[in-house]
């Protein structure tokens, strides 16, 4: 006998994008690599008393263009980057 349950708190399946991307010339779905153009690194520092530095975060600025990159063959995979990013956790 199966008991169905009512109500059941059901996940809506709206993970539409859980494909994984691989890169279309090697095949490569585990290494990739980012790079932005034109970033400003802002680091925050606080001088302690006894004159040494302790870093209290930082904040990056992009600038120019992001682009992905297949870490294995170095295929252009920028048409992948929204679906990256929509995957980074
Ligand atoms: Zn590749």
């Known amino acids: 006998m199966e008991q169905q349950p009512r109500n059941s708190p059901r996940r ?7 494909a994984r991307i691989s890169c279309p010339i090697c095949g490569n779905d585990k290494e990739f690599l980012e790079v932005a153009d034109g970033v400003i690194l802002t680091s925050h520092y ?3 008393k006894d004159g ?6 930082d904040e990056s600025e992009i600038l120019g263009d992001i682009t992905l990159f297949c870490g294995d063959c170095g295929a252009d995979l920028t048409e992948y980057h929204q679906h ?3 995957m980074l956790f």
């Open 46 to 48: 606080i001088q302690n």
């Open 52 to 57: 040494s530095f302790t870093q209290d975060g």
């Open 84 to 86: 990256f990013l929509d």
């Open 12 to 18: 809506l399946a709206e993970h539409t994008k859980t």
